[in-house]
């Protein structure tokens, strides 16, 4: 089992930034995948980022191309998204998820299939 735990987020105006971290209870170094999603009420659950191991991946949803950042730090065992012009329809609960360790896979998707979940943090975008 592999707990995550999200930090950051909050309220903040359109245009303004935000940082999320994840810390994973293991080592992220160990695990190929990991990524970002989110979920707003009456909307599906979409993939916002997710970065492949040692960071030499990476892919975006397309709402978010070049506005958001997803990086790892192997030293500081955390992942963190940095949000930058935020719109209010990136109001959501952002959920850090992770592979399981070990699982190898030629891509990263920006779909459901992974294996750990966090409980989620909510971001809240003003107009």
């Known amino acids: 089992q592999v707990q995550l735990v999200e930090s950051g987020g909050g309220s903040v105006q359109a245009g303004g930034s935000l940082r999320l971290s994840c810390s994973p209870s293991t080592y992220i170094g160990g695990i190929f995948c990991v990524g970002w999603f989110r979920q707003s009420p009456g909307k599906e659950r979409e993939g916002v980022a997710t970065?492949?191991?040692?960071?030499?991946?990476?892919r975006y949803a397309a709402d978010v191309k070049g506005r958001f950042t997803i990086t790892q730090d192997n030293d500081n065992n955390t992942l963190v998204l940095e949000m930058n012009n935020v719109k209010v329809d990136d109001t959501a609960m952002y959920y850090c998820?992770?592979?399981?360790?070990?699982?190898?896979?030629?891509?990263?998707?920006?779909?459901?299939?992974?294996?750990?979940w966090g409980q989620g943090i909510q971001v809240t975008v003003s107009s």
């Open positions: 970065i492949s191991h040692g960071g030499t991946g990476t």
């Open positions: 998820v992770t592979d399981r360790p070990g699982r190898f896979r030629e891509t990263c998707p920006l779909d459901g299939h992974y294996d750990y």
